[in-house]
């Protein structure tokens, strides 16, 4: 396994069963595999699969995993494999791992709060469209084509900060 984190999350108790929240740091999980990681998660918080939410950042030079399309390939002779199988699974035991040593040490959360900066030269609108708002092109992550060069950098509207403090 590489030496990197692979994920990071946080397990919030005291409103009936344990709801988790994790963030994968992968391209993507699709059907059975987000369901796997889910639910993998779940047993370890002891709590169910629909109490546990799973995202992935989606940088593009990370695994993007989809167990039944690898099993649809393994079904072929001669395809290269789309999933390392042992590296998901220790991954999935390492996250496991992870949310039981949480469960043994959970700590009171007392304030929330938030942040707020301005996005700047960090990405093209995905969508352009005319002044009559049609749609005229859109980009997937990257594009070569003059129209998506010459569009304005996206916009990102400012976050509203919010703050809530422990009233106890």
């Known amino acids: 396994m590489p030496p990197h984190v692979e994920a990071i999350g946080f397990v919030l108790t005291g409103a009936g069963q ?9 391209t993507g999980l699709l059907n059975q595999a987000h369901v796997e990681w889910r639910t993998a998660i779940a047993k370890a918080a002891r709590t169910t699969p629909d109490r ?22 393994s ?3 001669g395809l290269a494999h789309l999933v390392q199988l042992d590296f998901f699974e220790q ?4 996250a496991q791992d992870a949310v039981n040593a949480a469960m043994q040490d959970l700590q ?5 709060a938030t942040g707020q900066a301005k996005v700047e030269k960090v990405a093209s609108n995905r969508r352009i469209v005319n002044a009559e708002g049609k749609l005229v092109d859109w ?10 060069a010459m569009a304005a950098r996206g916009t990102f509207p400012m976050p509203r900060p919010i703050r809530k403090e422990d009233t106890r």
Do not use: E, K, Y
């Open 75 to 77: 079904q072929q002779a």
């Open 91 to 94: 991954c999935l035991q390492n």
């Open 108 to 112: 009171p959360v007392t304030h929330i």
């Open 18 to 26: 344990p709801i988790v929240v994790c963030a994968v740091d992968w």
């Open 139 to 148: 980009r997937g992550s990257s594009s070569r084509t003059p129209l998506m």
């Open 52 to 73: 546990v939410a799973v995202q992935c950042v989606h940088q593009h030079d990370a695994p993007f995993i989809c167990l039944d399309a690898q099993s649809i390939v």
